[in-house]
């Protein structure tokens, strides 16, 4: 039996997977929040890395159910039931990326290249709904791939959204890092990070055309892709691309200025079903029928 190292994150499963051609992947993800700690590719960190025994940084990585994002004053209505939820984003008076965090996945299947994990979010007064979630992390030869089963186990409808919270090494200058967003839409907010509109993408968002990042600071959803993929062409002359199914129709793109033990800038690349708020004004809200199952996909190639 596997016995696995244990830190603040929770339990950690090491993955690994050399390809055909001798490339070496390796990645460890943890049990609280399902988290992605590291990601590397013949010892170059993809995603920026936090140790074993750091409480994960601003959601690094994690998957964040049964909501992406923010929900405005904490309180969403559904079907009837108004539930109010304990606000985490204190200044802007919202509840930032539900529950997920706080939570310890179960280990059902551990191989060298792929971990399973899952958890039923219990039935609370914050969320008085049951889904379980199920996350397959496996390595092969194309990169990383994040496989999610979604069930409705309770008696009721349920709203449900899902994202995720990758931060990505610019392996070098922020400034210089190519940013390639084939995206039509931008979502516009107000001073509390809330959406207010959908429009089509301005120059200062427009990375439709592989441009440098420069000095343009991202806390932003996009939608309308041309393609489900985002490139990050990095100074080291190594290539990110993120990609998933039409199943995530809206993407957040958030540039840090720093991050883990080491400080680094860099930038949150998110698949999500729904953009923020979306649990009070029904934007892409999925509503999750007893015993329903939805399977969603995302990935991370590198070069």
């Not at 990585?61 to 108004?82: A, C, S, Y």
């Not at 070098?172 to 931008?186: N, V, Y």
Request: with cysteine; hydrophobic share 35%.
């Amino acid at each position: 039996m596997t016995t696995f190292q244990r830190g603040l994150a929770g339990l950690q499963f090491p993955l690994t997977h050399t390809t055909t051609s001798g490339v070496k992947h390796e990645a460890t993800i943890v049990s609280i929040g399902a988290s992605l700690r590291e990601y590397k590719v013949d010892g170059v960190d993809v995603v920026i890395p936090y140790a074993a025994d750091e409480f994960t940084p601003v959601f690094s990585g994690i998957v964040l159910f049964p909501w992406p994002n923010r929900l405005e004053d904490g309180l969403f209505e559904f079907e009837g039931t108004t539930v109010q939820v304990p606000i985490n984003e204190i200044d802007n008076n919202n509840q930032l990326h539900s529950f997920s965090e706080n939570y310890e996945f179960e280990c059902l299947d551990y191989q060298e290249n792929l971990v399973t994990l899952a958890l039923t979010l219990p039935y609370t007064r914050f969320y008085p709904y049951e889904i379980r979630v199920v996350i397959t992390y496996s390595l092969d030869d194309e990169g990383l791939k994040v496989h999610t089963k979604a069930q409705n186990v309770g008696k009721s409808n349920a709203p449900f959204g899902l994202g995720w919270h990758p931060v990505f090494s610019y392996g070098g200058s922020r400034e210089e890092a190519i940013l390639t967003l084939p995206s039509e839409t931008h979502v516009t907010v107000n001073d509390r990070m809330l959406p207010t509109g959908e429009v089509p993408v301005e120059p200062y968002y427009d990375f439709r055309t592989a441009r440098a990042i420069g000095d343009t600071n991202l806390d932003d959803a996009f939608l309308d892709f041309t393609t489900h993929e985002v490139t990050l062409e990095r100074i080291d002359n190594h290539t990110t691309t993120v990609y998933s199914g039409e199943e995530y129709p809206a993407w957040q793109l958030c540039t840090i200025d720093g991050i883990g033990s080491k400080n680094e800038k860099g930038i949150f690349i998110e698949p999500c079903t729904c953009y923020a708020n979306a649990f009070k004004t029904g934007r892409f809200l999925i509503a999750l029928k007893p015993s329903e199952t939805r399977e969603f996909n995302w990935g991370i190639k590198f070069k």
